[in-house]
């Protein structure tokens, strides 16, 4: 049975951070809303809200995820720059999450706003093919669209040596940017 009690306030952030704790999975704006009886809007000002009081917790394209300090992370990460056009983002992602890599995030350095950065946090293919349908759904732009397909991601693994395997796929595809 469904609780079709609407929380209020301090009562209903205490209960996202809540169900945020009690799952590895993220978590959308939708199903927060939906289990709270409140608008997405309305977890949309109370994440921002936990976030301003240094609560870790970061947007997905797949929901939010309470991030743990460094407990989450992997423990080899490296920026990597890339460059590809749109249409080669699924292929550049698979080579990397084939490789047991987690892609954290995209960024860019933008000629007016400086550093850009976004979480992507993907490390399997069903994750990729989530970020892109998202993508797809909402008609947004990639980040690397703004920089002529030059971008950067940081990329964690479990050894140096998945890291190194990951980087020669990428660069045997053409996709790592080669540094002049």
């Given at each position: 049975?469904?609780?079709?009690?609407?929380?209020?306030?301090e009562?209903?952030?205490?209960?996202?951070?809540?169900?945020?704790?009690?799952?590895?999975?993220?978590?959308?704006?939708?199903?927060?809303?939906?289990?709270?009886?409140?608008s997405?809007?309305?977890?949309?000002?109370?994440?921002?809200?936990?976030?301003?009081?240094?609560?870790?917790?970061?947007?997905?394209?797949?929901?939010y995820?309470?991030?743990?300090?460094?407990?989450?992370?992997?423990?080899?990460?490296?920026?990597?720059?890339?460059?590809?056009?749109?249409?080669?983002?699924?292929?550049?992602?698979?080579?990397?999450?084939?490789?047991?890599?987690?892609?954290?995030?995209?960024?860019?350095?933008?000629?007016?706003?400086g550093?850009?950065?976004?979480?992507?946090?993907?490390?399997?293919?069903?994750?990729?093919?989530?970020?892109?349908?998202?993508?797809?759904?909402?008609?947004?732009?990639?980040?690397?669209?703004?920089?002529?397909?030059?971008?950067?991601?940081?990329?964690?693994?479990?050894?140096?040596?998945?890291?190194?395997?990951?980087?020669?796929?990428?660069?045997?595809?053409g996709?790592?940017?080669?540094?002049?």
């Amino acid at each position: 049975m469904t609780d079709k009690r609407k929380w209020l306030g301090e009562e209903r952030r205490s209960k996202i951070l809540s169900l945020l704790q009690e799952t590895s999975s993220p978590l959308t704006g939708g199903a927060l809303a939906d289990k709270l009886n409140v608008s997405r809007q309305v977890v949309v000002q109370d994440i921002s809200l936990l976030k301003a009081r240094n609560i870790p917790i970061t947007a997905t394209s797949q929901g939010y995820v309470l991030t743990e300090e460094k407990g989450n992370t992997l423990p080899y990460s490296r920026l990597v720059p890339c460059k590809h056009s749109p249409e080669r983002t699924e292929e550049e992602l698979h080579l990397l999450v084939d490789h047991g890599i987690m892609v954290k995030d995209v960024k860019i350095k933008h000629p007016v706003y400086g550093d850009i950065s976004s979480p992507i946090m993907v490390s399997n293919r069903k994750e990729v093919k989530q970020f892109l349908t998202r993508i797809k759904e909402t008609g947004a732009s990639f980040l690397l669209e703004l920089t002529e397909g030059i971008h950067f991601h940081t990329l964690e693994a479990k050894s140096e040596e998945d890291l190194d395997e990951a980087l020669a796929a990428l660069n045997e595809a053409g996709i790592l940017l080669e540094e002049n």
